[in-house]
């Protein structure tokens, strides 16, 4: 894993980035969240940084952290132009980054929400998903701020991107009712969205855990928890997932990463590879013999040079996938 801080116009994008790994072909490319601190307009909440990046990065999503424009005397609309910025840096970067450019969800909360929604109704370049924490969705928010909020529910439309919101029901800061008005509108739009309202819950929850409590134990709510699981499957269910099948959609190299079975069936592969490494073959029959054949060719070899007698290195390894690319 990679980790980065991008520098943009006015604002920095902390960058997680999962490192390629010829044993998952199938991760090369990932798709990302763009999150988004809350801390109304006047700060980026650390609670709601790097711990809801980290644990999205943990389900396999490449994840980007955007501290923008925030302050007393800033605008608004500074913010917006920075979230506008760093979608476009993700899009014109996506090879370089190891992301789909397809397949980009924003994640905001509080604050933080308020500009997700706002960038995924009005931003050049709209994310395929949104997932608001206890947003401030509604103008009355801006007042208390004394910052102008552009009114969201009046920016809905059939191009808004599906969204996942979760609230509690006593939030005292951000009333239930801006989730609950946005859900309408988006419903009215005919936009898919999934709305979790918790019974109890503080304002800020973040991920809810003991780690992002700040060691207050009234930020500490498992019910509320709940909150990023339901949300990782809801993103699976908008992104996709990434490719599994029974081996034989494997679609990476055929080097020592891949399955056996496939370098077998390649005559001219495992010609190379039993002529390079004679222990491979010695370690199929020797499997066959033992009954135990259908594991072996399911792994790599890779996977099973430990264990082998004659052990294979790391550095005949790397000679191999070498020559296969050469005489292959």
């Not at 939030?171 to 898919?192: E, F, R």
Request: glycine share 8%; hydrophobic share 40%; aromatic share 8%.
């Amino acid at each position: 894993m990679k980790a980065f801080i991008k520098n943009l116009t006015n604002s920095t994008i902390t960058e997680y980035i999962h490192d390629k790994s010829g044993e998952m072909p199938n991760t090369d490319i990932r798709p990302a969240v763009l999150v988004f601190p809350g801390g109304g307009y006047m700060m980026c909440s650390d609670r709601e940084a790097d711990p809801v990046a980290l644990a999205y990065l943990a389900e396999g999503y490449n994840a980007f952290i955007l501290r923008y424009t925030v302050g007393i005397d800033e605008p608004v609309s500074k913010s917006f132009a920075d979230a506008d910025e760093a979608m476009a840096y993700l899009h014109s970067n996506a090879g370089e980054l190891n992301i789909d450019k397809d397949k980009i969800a924003v994640v905001g909360f509080s604050a933080g929400g308020h500009l997700a929604a706002w960038l995924s109704n009005h931003g050049k370049i709209k994310p395929q998903a949104a997932v608001l924490g206890y947003p401030a969705i509604l103008a009355e928010s801006g007042k208390m701020l004394r910052k102008e909020f552009p009114e969201l529910c009046e920016k809905v439309s059939k191009n808004t991107p599906p969204t996942f919101i979760f609230t509690t029901r006593n939030d005292t800061v951000v009333a239930a009712d801006h989730s609950l008005q946005y859900a309408m509108v988006l419903n009215k739009a005919k936009v898919g969205y999934e709305l979790h309202i918790f019974s109890d819950g503080l304002h800020g929850l973040s991920m809810a855990r003991t780690f992002t409590s700040s060691g207050n134990a009234k930020m500490v709510n498992d019910d509320v928890a709940q909150w990023f699981g339901l949300s990782v499957r809801w993103l699976k269910s908008i992104l996709g997932d990434f490719a599994v099948s029974d081996g034989a959609g494997y679609n990476g190299p055929l080097n020592s990463h891949a399955p056996i079975s496939l370098l077998m069936e390649n005559t001219d592969i495992w010609k190379v590879v039993t002529g390079f490494l004679p222990a491979a073959a010695a370690m199929v029959k020797q499997s066959e013999e033992s009954g135990g054949s259908d594991a072996l060719t399911g792994a790599s070899l890779r996977q099973i040079a430990p264990f082998s007698d004659n052990a294979l290195t790391e550095e005949q390894l790397d000679m191999l996938d070498k020559k296969l690319r050469k005489e292959v």
